[in-house]
C-alpha cells in the first residue's frame, strides 16, 4: 500500500518568512496530489491540488511542486503570517484508494 | 452556502453501546467518505460511496461498523457494539464527482469517546 511521510516535527518561522512543507511517497506514483488545511477541532480544508503532469501550482501566496521522479511534492507559504498556523496535511490517490499524510504543524511567530 | 453537517459534534457513551453518527453532504455532490481521525493512525479512509453505492469498504476496521446512505442527503456510521479503541474523531467529507480528482469538502467532525 502506499506510504505518505511528512515532517511530525512542528516547523517554527518568523513572520514574512516562505514556509516549505514536505510530502513524500513510496511506491506507485498519483495521479494527483492533494493539500489540505486543518485547525484544531475542524475538519481539514482543501487548498490545492497538483496533477503528475503539472510541475508546479500556485494560488495566492501558496505554492506546490509535484516531482515524480523525487516522490515528492513540496508545499511554499511565501510571506508567512501568523494566521497560517495550522497542520497541513498531503494527500493523494492509489489504486482507487485515499490516503492522508500525517500532517505538519507549522507556527508562524510575529 | 452550507458545508458538510455532521452530528452529533461530540458522543460519550460506554463499551457496548450502539453509536451511530450522521452526515449530510453538499447538495449536488455525488460522492461521500467516511473518515477516522487518531493521533497514532492518523486521517484514515473507512468507506466511500458514490451516488449512494458503497465503493470500497476496505478501510473499515471490523464488522462492528456499517456506513448506508439511503439517499444523496444522508449517510450514517454505525458502530455496534462499541469498544474503548473506536475513541476517535470521526470525519465525513462530500466531493463533486466521483474521482479522487476532486477537493474534499469536509464537515467538522464528531468527537467519539468510548468508555
Known amino acids: 500500500s502506499q506510504k505518505i511521510e511528512q515532517n511530525s516535527e512542528a516547523l517554527n518561522i518568523q513572520e514574512g518568512k516562505t514556509a516549505t512543507l514536505t510530502c513524500n511517497y513510496t511506491n506507485y506514483s498519483p495521479a494527483y496530489l492533494q493539500w489540505y488545511r486543518q485547525d484544531p477541532g475542524r475538519g481539514p480544508v482543501f487548498l490545492l491540488l497538483i496533477r503528475e503532469n503539472e510541475k508546479e501550482k500556485r494560488k495566492e501566496r501558496l505554492k506546490v511542486t509535484f516531482d515524480t521522479t523525487l516522490k515528492q511534492s513540496l508545499f511554499h507559504i511565501t510571506a508567512s503570517q501568523p494566521a497560517d498556523s495550522a497542520t497541513y496535511l498531503c494527500a493523494l490517490d492509489n489504486f482507487n484508494k485515499f490516503y492522508f499524510g500525517s500532517g505538519t504543524k507549522l507556527n508562524v511567530k510575529p | 452556502d452550507a458545508g458538510v453537517i455532521q452530528s452529533p459534534r461530540h458522543e460519550v457513551t460506554e463499551m457496548g453501546q450502539e453509536v451511530t453518527l450522521r452526515c449530510k453532504p453538499i447538495?449536488?455532490?455525488?460522492?461521500l467518505f467516511w473518515y477516522r481521525q487518531t493521533m497514532m493512525r492518523g486521517l484514515e479512509l473507512l468507506i466511500y460511496f458514490n451516488n449512494n453505492v458503497p465503493i470500497d469498504d476496505s478501510g473499515m476496521p471490523e464488522d462492528r461498523f456499517s456506513a448506508k446512505m439511503p439517499n444523496a442527503s444522508f449517510s450514517t456510521l454505525k458502530i455496534q457494539p462499541s469498544e474503548p479503541r473506536d475513541s476517535a474523531v470521526y470525519f465525513c467529507?462530500?466531493?463533486?464527482?466521483?474521482?479522487?480528482?476532486?477537493?474534499?469538502?469536509f464537515g467538522d467532525g464528531t468527537r467519539l469517546s468510548i468508555l
Open positions: 467529507a462530500s466531493s463533486p464527482r466521483d474521482r479522487f480528482n476532486q477537493p474534499q469538502h
Open positions: 447538495s449536488g455532490h455525488n460522492s
